[in-house]
């Protein structure tokens, strides 16, 4: 069974750091790209960035370049978005997703397996 968990969300002022983490457990398949997505109240699912699971090589939006770091620790199979000088835009569910594509992963559709979401609220 393929869980994806996240933690680490929460509240905070503009300009603050969070760091949000998501366990990994039971992928059927050796190598992963593992991406994450964000979703503000009525809008579509966005993509924040992707992590290879095997080289570490990341990708991100433009929107967030600069300021937040895919990161994954294989020896825990957990990855981390570490988020920096945080904005009142970057308000939403973070979602972290893997699939075992390596194209077209900046879409929400390429992914197979989804976490539950984490709240990250900034105030300005």
């Known amino acids: 069974q393929v869980q994806l968990v996240e933690s680490g969300g929460g509240q905070v002022e503009a300009g603050s750091s969070l760091r949000l983490s998501c366990i990994v457990s039971?992928?059927?398949?050796?190598?992963?790209?593992l991406g994450w997505f964000r979703q503000a109240p009525g809008k579509e699912r966005e993509f924040v960035g992707t992590?290879?699971?095997?080289?570490?090589?990341?990708y991100y939006a433009e929107s967030v370049k600069g300021r937040f770091t895919c990161t994954r620790d294989r020896a825990t199979n957990t990855a981390y978005l570490q988020m920096n000088i945080l904005k009142p835009e970057d308000t939403a569910v973070y979602f972290c997703?893997?699939?075992?594509?390596?194209?077209?992963?900046?879409?929400?559709?390429?992914?197979?397996?989804w976490g539950q979401g984490t709240q990250v609220t900034v105030s300005a």
């Open positions: 997703a893997a699939t075992r594509r390596f194209y077209n992963i900046q879409v929400a559709s390429t992914y197979e397996f």
């Open positions: 039971g992928l059927p398949f050796g190598s992963a790209t």
């Open positions: 992590a290879s699971w095997n080289s570490g090589v990341t």
